[in-house]
């Protein structure tokens, strides 16, 4: 049998969302674990440069942002646990959580598993992510002033973003791969009225090239069935971001894309059970966002904590810690 | 005839949200401008040690984070502006901004006024503020263990955060003027089963007194008409928290309590008016949820003029930025 170990607080993720948690918990006077089971930081530390974390005007990487998040959660008592969570269940009100190794239990629970964009898969392009490769304007626009720069997609995020590029650069191509636009009606009015947009209908990008740098993209068009050439400096892919559920798809409830809806509690449909971060329905997910939910989401769970752990109606002493 | 200045987003208030609206603003290639009547940085900069703003693990005051946060600001080139603001018009989907020097033009705007916790305004109070006498038993707390301290007042805010601070302290009184509490059902019950909370009913304190820290507080019980003291190393004040809605009170929906209603983007009932920060209504109020609101705040402003700055049906145009 395995063995059982109990938290308060178990928040799985130890991105922004899941440390700032880690902090607000474990500052609160509560005891939480912290689940990871890659790398220590979640997706932001693949990240370069982050200079939109407000308070952190010098760039750093983000990696270094992390680890500075990480010290703070050390600094008020948190456990990291680097294993690979394999299931959640109730058991009760109380919250069990499995891995590979061990059992855990804990009163509450803060999923922060994040979410990461749909990719092309094409040659070239994780070659050069963050190096002209990007999927996301409102963190990366800021770096492509004067440059000409590809948007690959033909939803709303796209087509949004690309208005979004146009206030630096000097031309964006919008890439599609059908003849018209999924977006809704006036934001594509706006994107067509805009002289620095120009439209690649039917095609897909088949190759990401360049030196240190992107300089080119290879572009099909289905259509016309021709390859070419376009000199770019930079790609915005946005065919999608895809929320990391698989944990908690079949009980929490989630919107149309997978992500979980949460009241303004960070609680989702299951009591005790909140969720914060990029996992989160919600329309901006960025470091200072996801550190926001991390925060209200453990300040929550405290309060659910307080109103549950008395009731002996709920089987919420299962988890109760050792004295 | 006063000089009219145009920009794209006008923010009120320089605190966290304010400055993180403005630090997205700028980075995303938009003119902001902020306006400040009172000291810059907002409420937190009496704050002498704000030690949960994540990522900032080392111990700071507030001015010296939001000194970070301004010069984060700067670094993309806000301008800020001493005046006080007078009043908010609108002119068309034209924001006006009329300070007591000049007239401003925006196409969006940003209320990031913030609140203030009401006084007992007696004496002691003022002096041992931040020494003692706090507001804020989420930002505070911590640095409470092993001590007593008194909670005044009783709604859900005081008994639920006097039910936190038995996670840290010795005991805890809870002062309150009447023989009965307001906050629900559910939460006096935790509150009378808790050992370390003792009530003092009917009673009002009179005076905070002690050397360079709180050391005692003078009670006044109204039904027997005594005077008393009790030694306690804190008094956390829980009596209601005002919001700063002068601007926005004949023209902004507002919750029961004055605090601004917004949707997802973070925008009032007013298209293109946005809040961020204490003065929304919400449940909880942090450096990082406010830095979080304006961020959104700003990123929504942008896509608002976006949408809008092209439609010849509005009066936009009249607050269309010179060439």
Not at 65 to 91: N, P, R, S, Y
Not at 97 to 112: G, R, V
Not at 299 to 309: F, G, L, N, P, V
Request: charged share 25%.
């Amino acid at each position: 049998m395995k063995e059982v170990i109990k938290y308060d607080i178990a928040i799985i993720g130890s991105g922004p969302a899941g440390m700032s948690a880690a902090i607000y918990a474990a500052r609160g006077g509560l005891k939480p674990i912290v689940f990871e089971k890659g790398v220590l930081g979640g997706q932001i530390t693949v990240t370069q440069e982050v200079e939109n974390y407000p308070g952190f005007h010098k760039t750093l990487s983000g990696i270094e942002l992390m680890d500075e998040m990480k010290k703070h959660a050390d600094k008020f008592g948190t456990e990291i646990c680097e294993e690979e969570v394999k299931g959640v269940g109730m058991q009760g009100l109380c919250k069990i959580i499995e891995t590979d190794k061990k059992i855990y239990h804990a009163k509450t629970l803060i999923i922060a598993t994040g979410a990461h964009p749909r990719k092309l898969n094409v040659p070239g392009e994780d070659k050069f992510y963050g190096k002209g490769v990007s999927y996301c304007a409102t963190c990366d626009g800021f770096f492509y002033r004067d440059k000409v720069v590809a948007v690959v997609g033909g939803g709303d995020s796209a087509i949004e973003e690309a208005m979004f590029l146009t206030r630096f650069v000097k031309k964006v191509y919008i890439i599609h791969r059908r003849n018209e636009l999924r977006a809704v009606q006036i934001i594509q009015d706006r994107a067509f009225e805009n002289p620095k947009i120009e439209f690649v209908w039917n095609s897909e990008i088949q190759e990401v090239s360049g030196k240190d740098f992107v300089e080119s993209i290879t572009v099909y068009n289905k259509k016309e069935e021709k390859h070419f050439d376009l000199a770019v400096d930079g790609i915005f892919v946005y065919v999608g971001i895809l929320p990391n559920n698989e944990l908690i798809e079949s009980r929490v409830e989630l919107d149309k894309q997978g992500f979980a809806l949460v009241d303004d509690s960070m609680q989702t449909n299951i009591p005790g059970i909140f969720a914060a971060g990029d996992i989160v329905s919600k329309k901006l997910r960025q470091v200072i966002t996801a550190a926001s939910d991390g925060a209200i989401a453990a300040w929550s769970a405290e309060k659910w904590i307080t109103i549950h752990q008395e009731n002996d109606e709920t089987d919420l002493k299962t988890c109760e810690l050792p004295k």
